[in-house]
């Protein structure tokens, strides 16, 4: 009986392209260069900096400017969190019929915690996640799963009673190593993916179908 529902972060719980998009773009006007589109960022944002900066101005970890670029970009985000950030759609009904039936919730995101704890904090969420595991909490990051055992022991439930909520193929990858259930979700970033071939236990295109897979009756 699943007892714990855990989320990635950015692409399933919360929808951050848009202020993730914001700081590039501030890097961009900077540098007398027009903005780029959501469109274009959004499909990358699981991939954090990295995958912004080669949307924004087409450089890789290995470029000379790149690290310098990556702490500016940070920093920048640092400062913008949650101006258009918000919950995905019918993330809020979810958490309430899982709270109101007695099941634990908490996010496991690659994020750093400098971000993802004020950010949580800031869209009124941190008080009820019951754990938040950063991309720098236990030295690991997704894929591996050690990320979501340490979330599992910080809230005192089994894996194996734990589903793991994820919009990229490393999610269902360190769910599937923790021994947890894994749902993959079609309306986060993706990554160029298919959600259907990550060999999760189940794919859903809203965050409340997710109660069809956890034994619990909507309200």
Request: aromatic letters at 6%; charged letters at 20%; a negative charge.
């Amino acid at each position: 009986m699943i007892k714990a529902v855990l989320f990635d972060l950015d692409g399933t719980f919360a929808d951050t392209a848009p202020d993730l998009c914001y700081a590039l773009n501030l890097m961009r006007t900077a540098r007398g260069l027009a903005p780029v589109a959501l469109e274009v960022t959004r499909p990358v944002t699981s991939m954090g900096a990295r995958g912004l900066l080669n949307a924004g101005f087409g450089i890789q970890p290995d470029h000379p400017d790149y690290q310098a670029m990556r702490d500016e970009f940070l920093d920048l985000y640092e400062q913008n969190l949650c101006h258009e950030t918000v919950l995905f759609p019918g993330t809020l009904e979810l958490l309430a019929v899982v709270e109101s039936r007695g099941l634990k919730w908490g996010i496991v995101t690659n994020k750093a915690e400098r971000f993802a704890l004020p950010l949580l904090e800031q869209l009124h969420m941190g008080s009820r996640a019951a754990c938040m595991i950063g991309g720098d909490t236990t030295g690991k990051l997704k894929p591996h799963p050690e990320p979501l055992l340490a979330a599992s022991r910080k809230i005192a439930v089994a894996p194996g009673a734990c589903v793991y909520v994820g919009d990229d193929q490393r999610d269902i990858d360190a769910g599937r190593a923790a021994g947890m259930m894994t749902i993959a979700v079609t309306y986060g970033y993706l990554n160029g993916s298919d959600p259907a071939a990550w060999g999760a236990d189940a794919v859903i295109g809203h965050p409340r179908e997710l109660l069809d897979h956890l034994g619990v009756c909507r309200t």
